[in-house]
């Protein structure tokens, strides 16, 4: 069993940064792709950004290309999304997740395990 816990949230104005981080409890956190997605009021959820077990791989969804980064300290067991230059539409509950599979995807079928989310408020 995996847990994730999300940190960092909060309310910011647009053109500003956040630093997301997501907690793993699991030995073996090497072994895991993680991604973040994100879910607005009334939509779906969706894809922001994938990165592989090592870090060598990652991905990102085209709204968020440029100005996100994701990124993974192994040892601590915790994965990051780094957000600039935010905009209003970027505000949604974001939730990181883990894949049992060493590389990336976009699929959220695909992820097995779920943090609780944290809040993002971009204001304009």
């Known amino acids: 069993q995996v847990q994730l816990v999300e940190s960092g949230g909060g309310l910011v104005q647009a053109g500003g940064s956040l630093r997301l981080s997501c907690a793993a409890s699991?030995?073996?956190?090497?072994?895991?792709?993680m991604g973040w997605f994100r879910q607005a009021p009334g939509k779906e959820r969706d894809f922001v950004a994938t990165?592989?077990?090592?870090?060598?791989?990652?991905y990102y969804a085209d709204s968020v290309k440029g100005r996100f980064t994701i990124s993974r300290d192994n040892a601590k067991n915790t994965v990051f999304l780094q957000m600039n230059f935010l905009k209003p539409e970027d505000t949604a509950v974001y939730y990181c997740?883990?894949?049992?599979?060493?590389?990336?995807?976009?699929?959220?079928?695909?992820?097995?395990?779920w943090g609780q989310g944290t809040q993002v408020t971009v204001s304009s």
């Open positions: 990165i592989s077990w090592g870090g060598g791989s990652t």
């Open positions: 699991v030995r073996t956190f090497s072994t895991y792709a």
């Open positions: 997740a883990a894949r049992v599979s060493p590389g990336t995807s976009s699929r959220k079928y695909e992820y097995a395990y």
